[in-house]
């Protein structure tokens, strides 16, 4: 059978660039919703706002000016997590207690000068632009030789503790691997010692196949909502080349992510009519530290709604301290996506 | 050296129950907040609301009517994420889509008529009854042999996805163990046969020395903000002796434990003077699993506020791709809890 088929009985699936598996309740989407609603921050933005420390000519918190952008802009952030002169010092006391100073660079890129655009609303070719931009500082970053990890990265909406509307994404890069990538690293080796093929080749094959799951594809890309997605509305771009990282993308590939990313950030907000909040970023092979053949770059998004622009997912308790769960299927979310218009509503 | 000290240098430290680590960045803390100001729902609750399906006497989403009941009342959730008769079933497409049916049993518990009341605001026999509550239905579930674990836990405010602020928790019990409870066995598992001692033995036993984290003590439990906390007041309750499960609680910790319960969450309320929201949770060994030497019983606490009622911290972009990541260290939340009156700022 090439199908899932449990009915609408509850089940869990395995996500294998974690291993860690998600709870599927199908049977309980009926659910009514008496909890929180959220605001929805009024959309109406001037295309320069004097008091937006993203716009160009503003003044940041360090006192730097903003030069007068007409593409992208990125600096080290004001406030960053992680610094570059941290000296390296480890602490254990009786495996009990572990920890070891972390050294990094964090950036800011503002996507646009536009104060009043989303990536959606912007011209394909802008988003090149700030593809084009992803790939120079990864370079840049990768040049650094203590730098093992360069995570990019864009916290859209309010409600995803976005504190600027200014289009704008981060790029934090560390000596250490995180941990979400270090999960990634070892299932995509395991695989790989196996097959000899990257894991997300052989997935992406299947899942173009299968078609159930599919959002778009095209040339050097598909985008799709995992089989083991988490969130309501989860999705996953993946490149149809087994490339390492961003550095490894030619033009024509660079042209394709953003005609991907402009379609799926589109549906997004055409789903609920509403600008679409989400976290994504790409995930990536470590960097001065060897070549990476079992790494195959893709892009996560992973957006809070779950049934109107004002109700959200809650992971919660359960989730929390047990495991992550959902309600509607990752087919239906996917469905619902691809039957959504790849022409932006605000757009005329 | 017994303290850790890397003065305010950006740092990771190790969760030793589940492997994984945080990002600590305290030099991070005066950052300003520009983003979304959560809202405060209204606090005025009559103690009995004619239109909430948890009070007693009313009608649930299935029909059925509520008893009068006095101290605490449980019943089988209406819209459960696990049900009690999904066959078993398996799915495993070339290692690629991997699935299984789950089997469970979801219930609610109110912890009081009262409709107006949360945990600290109820008398300590009260927050007893729902302790002897949480025993008698592990017991009565663990003896459903097809259950491995049994989730005891609370979301309390909207902000954590309570839809009802009826003071109640829910028990999610399923027949396979979750990711989170699967990490913590392995971690446990791997202490334990190294030193035939459960970790959190000797883990609360070199906290109590250095008092840097502890909240709260009694004869038999100790309330702390974890070396390796990842939300800016993350507590655990951990009890003294290395009890496998709740089950193994005597009278005498069990009145222990409300005390200690009672006290952690006023603490939590005085802070910032707000019905401090949270998910909370007991973990514990699996059941109908043969023994386990190596688990030790202990709740964590996950609250969101950061800095004010209205301010949360976001786990969001780099947190979900990369790294749990927090600004104030440990060490300042606990100090800023112990500070904290251990009568509620609501009582006269
Ligand atoms: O069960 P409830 O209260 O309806 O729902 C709440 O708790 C559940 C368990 O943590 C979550 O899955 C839901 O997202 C949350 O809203
Ligand atoms: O860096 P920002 O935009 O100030 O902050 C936002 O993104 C960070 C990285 O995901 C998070 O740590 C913060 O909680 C969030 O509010």
Redesign the interface.
């Known amino acids: 059978?090439?199908t899932?088929n449990?009915g609408d009985?509850?089940?869990?699936?395995?996500n294998?660039l974690t291993g860690?598996?998600v709870?599927v309740?199908p049977?309980?989407s009926k659910?009514?919703?008496?909890?929180?609603v959220e605001?929805l921050?009024g959309d109406d933005r001037p295309a320069y706002d004097p008091k937006c420390y993203l716009c160009p000519t503003n003044k940041r918190?360090d006192g730097d000016i903003n030069p007068d952008y007409k593409e992208s802009f990125v600096f080290v952030n004001d406030?960053?997590?992680?610094?570059k002169d941290?000296?390296q010092?480890e602490?254990n006391?009786?495996?009990?207690?572990?920890?070891?100073?972390?050294?990094?660079i964090c950036k800011v890129i503002a996507f646009t000068p536009r104060h009043d655009l989303t990536l959606p609303e912007m011209e394909q070719s802008a988003i090149k632009a700030v593809v084009d931009l992803w790939q120079k500082e990864f370079e840049e970053l990768s040049k650094v030789e203590w730098i093992r990890?360069i995570?990019i990265?864009?916290?859209k909406g309010?409600?995803?503790?976005?504190?600027?509307p200014h289009p704008h994404g981060?790029i934090?890069s560390q000596n250490?691997l995180?941990?979400?990538?270090q999960k990634e690293c070892v299932q995509q080796q395991k695989?790989f010692d196996r097959y000899q093929r990257t894991?997300l080749a052989?997935?992406i094959k299947?899942e173009l196949k299968k078609e159930e799951r599919i959002i778009d594809e095209n040339d050097s890309f598909v985008s799709l909502v995992p089989?083991w997605a988490a969130w309501p509305y989860e999705a996953m771009i993946v490149s149809k080349r087994a490339v390492q990282n961003i550095a490894g993308f030619d033009e024509k590939e660079k042209e394709d992510l953003a005609a991907i990313l402009k379609l799926l950030t589109t549906r997004y907000d055409n789903l609920f009519k509403t600008s679409f909040p989400y976290?994504?970023?790409m995930?990536q092979a470590p960097v001065n530290n060897g070549d990476h053949p079992e790494w195959h770059w893709h892009m996560?998004f992973?957006p809070p709604l779950l049934r109107s622009a004002t109700v959200k997912k809650?992971m919660?308790?359960?989730e929390?301290?047990?495991?992550?769960?959902r309600?509607i299927t990752p087919e239906v979310a996917a469905e619902q996506l691809r039957n959504c218009a790849t022409k932006h509503y605000k757009s005329k």
Chains 1, 2 share one sequence.
């Open positions: 059978q090439s899932l449990f009985s509850p089940h869990t699936r395995v294998i860690e598996k709870l309740s049977h309980r659910r009514p919703w008496q909890g929180q605001d921050p918190a406030f960053s997590a992680l610094l941290t000296s010092q602490f006391e009786d495996e009990l207690f572990i920890a070891e100073t972390e050294k990094g990890y995570q990265f864009e916290n309010a409600i995803m503790g976005c504190s600027n981060q934090w250490h995180p941990v979400e990538i695989y894991l052989d997935y299947a089989f976290s994504a970023g995930h996560h992973y809650f919660v308790g359960y929390m301290l047990a495991n992550p769960q309600d």
